[in-house]
T-cell receptor
């Protein structure tokens, strides 16, 4: 099992550009999450999904959109990147609400 | 709403010494509590979790944590630090049946030879 994988690992964008981060899991988990990690702030939840075709806003959703068209994939989109979106992005998945969340290796995004 | 406070953003210990990382939580209902570890340039990995069973929880790599309701704490300990314990540690809380986790700011552990 690959677990949770994220594509790409690194990306540099210019302000105003768009991009999509891909998260894939092979554990048949219902729940998937996108977090951003910034120094001294821990992980903050951007968006999450409790099943295929469903998405919901987390703590810091502004400037991001998501889609969960297939159970195994969860996409995070930035329509118009801003320097404030420079961060490390983590995807996670879990079997149920209070079960362990499994994390991907992260994507380091820099917006110039 | 649930929240977590981790006391101390950096902890430095000698190899073989006790590791103690402090976590206090705020929750309106009995919480579920977690400790995760993040090694450099990697994702987070679960160390242990408390879900209302035994108050002393044993995890991987010799770590354990004790849930103390009266102190609203869930401190993480390891009796003897190893060089491989150098990492960042995150405490997290959720309410039962709530699939969202709230993370603390993290504590970076450095182990001195």
């Amino acid at each position: 099992n690959a677990g949770v994988t994220q594509t790409p690992k690194f990306r540099v964008l210019k302000t105003g550009q768009s991009m999509t981060l891909l998260c894939a899991q092979d554990m048949n988990h219902e729940y998937m999450y996108w977090y951003r990690q910034d120094p001294g702030m821990g992980l903050r939840l951007i968006h999450y999904s409790v099943g295929e075709g469903t998405t919901a806003k987390g703590e810091v959703p502004d400037g991001y959109n998501v889609s969960r068209l297939k159970k195994q994939n969860f996409l995070l989109g930035l329509e118009s990147a801003a320097p404030s979106q420079t961060s490390v992005y983590f995807c996670a998945s879990s079997r149920g609400g209070y079960n362990e969340q499994f994390f991907g290796p992260g994507t380091r995004l820099t917006v110039l | 709403a649930q929240s977590v406070t981790q006391l101390g953003s950096h902890v430095s210990v000698s190899e073989g010494a006790l590791v103690l990382l402090r976590c206090n939580y705020s929750s309106s209902v009995p919480p579920y509590l977690f400790w995760y570890v993040q090694y450099p340039n990697q994702g987070l990995q679960l160390l242990l979790k408390y879900t209302s069973a035994a108050t002393l929880v044993k995890g991987i790599n010799g770590f354990e944590a004790e849930f103390k309701k009266s102190e609203t704490s869930f401190h993480l300990t390891k009796p003897s630090a190893h060089m491989s314990d150098a990492a960042e540690y995150f405490c997290a809380v959720s309410a039962p049946h709530d699939y969202k986790l709230s993370f603390g700011a993290g504590t970076t552990v450095t182990v001195r030879a």
